[in-house]
């Protein structure tokens, strides 16, 4: 075969190749365009994690600290003036109503109620005498009168004798403790003296001073927890049994709430305790984590995700509920919004949804 033939066909493949590889880069050329563009989109896009905002049942509850106060307690004065010749009572002792506290010397009490004693029976039987005379007409009505002037007031005497007599014993008012003795053995004691005090604490009053907004949650007879650092873990009940109808100058309302205290722990006056106040029926509220907040709780915010972006979105918080927060406008439930992954966004980021958190859980 002639040279030029040999060279002509060589110069033809060489052609052909180089056709081919022309197509090749051509046809590469025409898809890189399309992927590259897929690639940076996926690397501009910020990872986030979503939650649905979500309906749930709320109960309004708030917890208040008030302080306990016995549930009745008294000082104890003398009514009667004389010595203490018998003490019944010590700080510490345990007094049931009626029972003797002090006796003071009741010797001269003693004669005068005697002596009352005999007055009366003479001025009464001397009223019946001159009652017959009177009946028969023996004798004027101005000696009848007389006659029963003097025996209602030898009765108007022994009356009163007979009480100072008996306040010779000084007695527990009510069933209780005793806190404090002030007079001792031998002491002279003056009528408006005050010589012990007793403190009933079978039940105790927790007086609380309820916002007047809250006042309606606090209606006589509700029965409410009652709880106190001093007994961690411990819950008790109380009923509230009375509730101020006037407000005070902070425009707050007195509330007694009642607790037997006859338990293994006991409450003492002075003692702070914490009563818990909640609706019975719950209602319906829209909530969303908290963790979607993304600025402070008076200026609240969080990032809404729509069509594949996150945008800042303010809404309007009502109560604080553990990790939740109530939303009382600016979202809907099913709205999505970012719970992880904020610190990376601003308003209209590309997000892609790595992740989805359960809703606002039921307080």
């Not at 040279?3 to 180089?18: M, P, R, V």
């Not at 940076?40 to 208040?64: G, L, M």
């Not at 338990?263 to 319906?284: H, I, W, Y």
Request: glycine share 6%; hydrophobic share 40%; charged share 25%.
């Amino acid at each position: 075969m002639p040279e030029w033939i040999k060279t002509k066909k060589f110069l033809s493949i060489l052609l052909l190749i180089a056709v081919v590889f022309g197509l090749f880069l051509w046809a590469q050329r025409r898809e890189t365009p399309r992927a590259v563009p897929s690639l940076k989109n996926a690397i501009d896009r910020i990872p986030v994690s979503i939650a649905i905002v979500s309906k749930a049942v709320v109960r309004d509850s708030s917890s208040i600290v008030g302080t306990v106060e016995a549930f009745r307690e008294a000082d104890i004065y003398s009514e009667s003036e004389g010595l203490v010749r018998r003490v019944s009572a010590e700080a510490g002792d345990h007094k049931k109503a009626g029972e003797e506290l002090f006796r003071l010397d009741d010797e001269l009490s003693a004669i005068r109620q005697r002596r009352a004693e005999t007055y009366y029976r003479q001025k009464k039987k001397d009223f019946e005498r001159y009652k017959n005379l009177y009946s028969e007409g023996a004798i004027p009505l101005s000696a009848y009168e007389t006659a029963q002037l003097q025996y209602e007031e030898a009765q108007a005497d022994l009356v009163t004798v007979t009480r100072k007599n008996s306040d010779a014993s000084i007695k527990a008012p009510f069933s209780g403790e005793v806190t404090a003795r002030f007079v001792e053995q031998g002491e002279l004691v003056r009528p408006g003296m005050k010589v012990a005090h007793l403190v009933d604490l079978s039940k105790v009053k927790v007086i609380l001073f309820v916002p007047e907004r809250e006042r309606l949650k606090f209606a006589e007879g509700k029965l409410l927890k009652v709880s106190s650092d001093l007994f961690p873990g411990e819950i008790f009940q109380g009923t509230v049994k009375a509730v101020s109808n006037k407000s005070g100058r902070d425009h707050t309302c007195r509330v007694e709430v009642l607790l037997h205290n006859s338990g293994k722990v006991s409450f003492t006056s002075g003692m702070f305790a914490k009563v818990l106040s909640s609706e019975d029926d719950g209602r319906q509220a829209i909530l969303v984590p908290r963790a979607a907040l993304v600025s402070g709780i008076r200026k609240p915010e969080l990032f809404l995700v729509r069509q594949g972006k996150a945008f800042l979105k303010p809404f309007v918080v009502g109560r604080e509920l553990r990790n939740n927060l109530e939303v009382l406008s600016g979202l809907l439930p099913g709205d999505s919004v970012v719970v992880s992954g904020q610190n990376e966004l601003n308003n209209g980021t590309p997000v892609v949804v790595i992740g989805q958190q359960k809703g606002a859980a039921e307080p």
